[in-house]
C-alpha cells in the first residue's frame, strides 16, 4: 500500500519545486509548539490572567517577630562570607594556576 501526501504537502512541494532559487516559506497556519508562555510572570498581561498575576498572589507577611540588633546583622554576614570564603580562594587558586599553565603553553622557545 502506497501512502498519499496530503494535498497541502503536494502544494508546498510544487511551490518550492517551481521557484528553487529561492523557496517561499508557505504557513499553513498550525501550531507545532505554543511559545506563549503565559506561565511567565511577565505575560500575565494587564489583566492579571496569568497564574502569578499580582490579582492572584497573596501578599508575604515579612515580619516574622525576629529582629535583628547591628552587631548580629554583621555577625550573620561575616559567617556568611566565611562560609563562602573557601570556595573563593579555591576559585582564585585554579584561576592562577590556570593563568601559570597558559604562560608554560604559550612560553616562546
Known amino acids: 500500500m502506497k501512502l498519499r501526501k496530503k494535498p497541502e504537502a503536494e502544494a508546498a512541494e510544487q511551490a518550492v519545486r517551481k521557484n528553487s532559487s529561492s523557496p517561499e516559506a508557505i504557513d499553513d497556519g498550525r501550531t507545532i509548539a505554543p511559545m506563549d508562555a503565559e506561565w511567565m510572570p511577565w505575560n500575565a498581561g494587564a ?4 497564574r502569578h498575576s499580582r490579582a492572584g498572589r497573596k501578599r508575604k507577611d515579612r515580619s516574622d517577630g525576629v ?8 555577625a550573620v554576614v561575616r559567617g556568611a562570607f566565611l562560609a563562602h570564603l ?12 590556570l593563568y601559570l599553565l597558559a604562560r608554560l603553553w604559550l612560553m616562546p622557545g
Open 86 to 97: 573557601p570556595v573563593i580562594v579555591g576559585m582564585a587558586v585554579m584561576g592562577a594556576l
Open 47 to 50: 489583566g492579571g490572567t496569568g
Open 67 to 74: 529582629t535583628l540588633t547591628p552587631s548580629e546583622k554583621r
